[in-house]
């Protein structure tokens, strides 16, 4: 527990940054689970024999960083962790990922149906004004908890056979993959930041103009064809997500890498 640790006040780093390290500690080793209480800035203070200026500045940098949360004159607790997710860099589902962060997954399925595409979306998908599409419209939760909305639109001459299927427990791109013309094996994807809209606020539970990570998914099967347009807008403070890049080795000058 905290009362058992010590700062180290010869050394050059800022006793507000030992403080918060420390805090983030306890919390990964248990002492402090998600959703409890932590110490208040006047026990903090005199626990580290600090100031409570320092003890301010490290909660306040824990609460932007929306590792802790605080309640008006309840306290400040610890909050859920974000989900890591790699779905930006792999064709990767939404269960996988949540699975991966000791959670469980669920889905609800809001819509699915055969649609005339809306204008915007035949135009992205280079398909005529008055297309046929199947519509699906998920809301997708970890642990009952709503992180993601997502709307998906598929070519009805291809996918319409996707319409029997039960997508509260089947994933999209296993579906998708049993076919060989709507296997998805080449996405783009277009992430940009936005503030959470009326149908956010109502489907996934959270505060008009909070951040929202707005994607755009393009899935296109080997032939080229334009399989998936996806629209996800996920809780910016659930969710973040995670790309490795690798350099490539440079060649030696005989033509062999290193």
């Not at 050059?12 to 390290?21: H, M, S, T």
């Not at 589902?93 to 204008?119: I, M, N």
């Not at 699906?136 to 056979?161: K, N, Q, W």
């Amino acid at each position: 527990m905290l009362q058992e640790r010590v700062l180290d006040k010869n050394t050059p780093i800022p006793l507000y940054f030992q403080l918060e390290k420390l805090i983030m500690e306890e919390i990964e080793n248990g002492a402090y689970p998600v959703g409890s209480v932590i110490p208040t800035e006047k026990e903090l203070s005199q626990m580290f024999g600090i100031s409570r200026t320092t003890v301010r500045q490290a909660i306040a940098d824990l609460v932007r960083k929306e590792q802790l949360y605080r309640i008006k004159s309840k306290g400040t607790f610890v909050a859920r962790p974000k989900i890591s997710q790699g779905f930006i860099q792999s064709i990767q589902s939404f269960d996988e990922d949540v699975r991966s962060e000791g959670r469980s997954p669920s889905t609800q399925v809001l819509e699915l149906k055969e649609l005339e595409l809306p204008e915007e979306i035949a135009f992205q998908m280079d398909m005529a004004p008055g297309a046929r599409a199947v519509y699906l419209y998920r809301r997708r939760c970890a642990d009952g908890e709503p992180i993601v909305r997502v709307e998906t639109y598929l070519p009805y001459d291809l996918c319409s056979f996707t319409l029997t299927h039960d997508f509260t427990s089947e994933s999209l791109y296993q579906v998708l993959s049993e076919r060989e013309e709507t296997d998805v094996s080449r996405i783009t994807r277009i992430c940009e930041a936005r503030l959470a809209n009326a149908d956010d606020v109502a489907v996934l539970n959270m505060k008009r103009g909070r951040p929202i990570h707005y994607f755009i998914s393009m899935g296109r099967n080997r032939a080229g064809r334009l399989i998936e347009y996806s629209i996800a807008r996920y809780r910016g403070d659930q969710s973040q997500f995670r790309v490795e890049l690798h350099k490539e080795a440079a060649p030696l000058p005989n033509g062999r890498g290193l």
